[in-house]
């Protein structure tokens, strides 16, 4: 079945960049999403690529997809507090409605 | 963007009874789908509702338990039947929407308690 693996936590200085990583392992998905929920609240979606698509920049998202590797990575420049959230990878079967979510990652963002 | 409504956003419920949860959405839309999150977890998939047919379940979640309901393209609503404190989870509601459909899209949660 799907599997999509997350680091469980990352710290950055405000200003920096932060790249979350996810690996997946299922060679037919066709989109992959990343997804930001902050505490108490629902999932907001960020981003998604297409399958046959190798990089996405939108504002200061950048998202980055080896699909030889299966990996997917999501790069936040200038992070600022407001960022503070987890972050949630997500993958989407071809030929199927299905989405299985990532571990998530919980992003830190130091003053 | 599709905007999605769910009610309540949260409750209390003592274990042995029922909660239905309504999700509400601003345009007609072909699939929409119910998912769990445990406390600290990712998202699980319980079933898909398609408008005018049964609701696909996932392994591990049967009918009987959590009854779907999709009467119209921009209402479902969930039932958790027979709640245990195991049943504490927040619910969401989910949407594909936009050209093609690619987009997902997640009412707020109804976040359960059953004590």
């Known amino acids: 079945g799907e599997d999509v693996e997350q680091s469980l936590f990352l710290s950055v200085r405000e200003g920096d960049s932060s790249v979350i990583n996810c690996t997946y392992t299922d060679s037919s998905s066709t989109y992959l999403y990343w997804y930001k929920q902050e505490p108490g609240a629902g999932l907001q979606l960020l981003t998604y690529?297409?399958?046959?698509?190798d990089m996405k920049q939108d504002q200061r998202l950048t998202v980055l997809l080896n699909k030889k590797d299966k990996h997917l990575s999501l790069r936040i420049a200038d992070t600022q507090t407001g960022d503070s959230a987890i972050y949630f990878c997500?993958?989407?079967?071809?030929?199927?409605?299905?989405?299985?979510f990532g571990t998530g990652t919980k992003l830190q963002v130091i003053p | 963007s599709a905007v999605i409504s769910q009610k309540p956003s949260r409750d209390i419920c003592q274990r042995g009874t029922s909660l239905t949860i309504q999700c509400q959405v601003d345009?007609?839309?072909?699939?929409m789908f119910w998912y769990r999150q445990q406390p600290g977890q990712s998202l699980t998939l319980i079933a898909t509702a398609n408008q005018g047919s049964e609701a696909t379940y996932e392994s591990g979640f049967v009918i009987d338990k959590f009854p779907i309901s999709r009467p119209n393209l921009t209402f479902s609503t969930l039932t958790v039947s027979n709640m245990s404190p195991e049943d504490s989870s927040i619910y969401l509601c989910?949407?594909?929407?936009?050209?093609?459909?690619?987009?997902?899209?997640f009412g707020p949660g109804t976040r359960l308690t059953v004590t």
């Open positions: 345009s007609q839309v072909t699939m």
């Open positions: 997500a993958e989407r079967s071809g030929g199927y409605q299905k989405v299985t």
């Open positions: 690529i297409f399958s046959n698509m």
């Open positions: 989910s949407v594909q929407h936009g050209t093609g459909s690619y987009e997902q899209y």
